[in-house]
């Protein structure tokens, strides 16, 4: 099945220049890239995207790093994409990650794991549009 799914690429490898060893594998993954952009967010707006967290331990944590830099946010199209992606990014802590996945190559700890993925066809449809707009969500 087509679906879409966002892929963040976080503040970490923005700065350790990875953004084109990452999106190279989108491609060599034939994932379509249909948006990117480059943006940093600010507090208010992490916690929002993070707000399915709100109350977790680790919220502050993650609403600091993931606005303490510029990210870019990519619109991934393709066949069952939502787990492609997951299974390409590998386990949050990259120590766990599979040999070969993107978080085990390039991640340094379990908060500086350099991507995002949604997670679910829900997940999906919620920060689609929060970085690209209502519109540019796909029914399929």
Sequence with gaps: MIEQTLAMIKPDA?????IGEILKRYE??????????????????????Y??????????SLVSFISSGPVVAVLLEGEDVIMRHRAMMGATDPKQAAPGTI???LGSSIEENVVHGSD???AA????????????????
């Design 120 to 122: 679910s066809t829900e």
């Design 14 to 18: 923005v700065s350790k220049n990875l």
């Design 103 to 105: 978080r085990a190559d």
């Design 125 to 140: 449809e919620f920060e689609i549009p929060f970085f690209f707009g209502q519109e540019s969500v796909t029914r399929r």
């Design 51 to 60: 707000d399915v967290h709100q109350g977790r331990p680790f919220f502050e």
């Design 28 to 49: 060599a993954a034939k994932f379509k890239i249909v948006h990117l952009q480059m943006l940093h967010l600010s507090k208010n707006e992490a916690e929002a995207f």
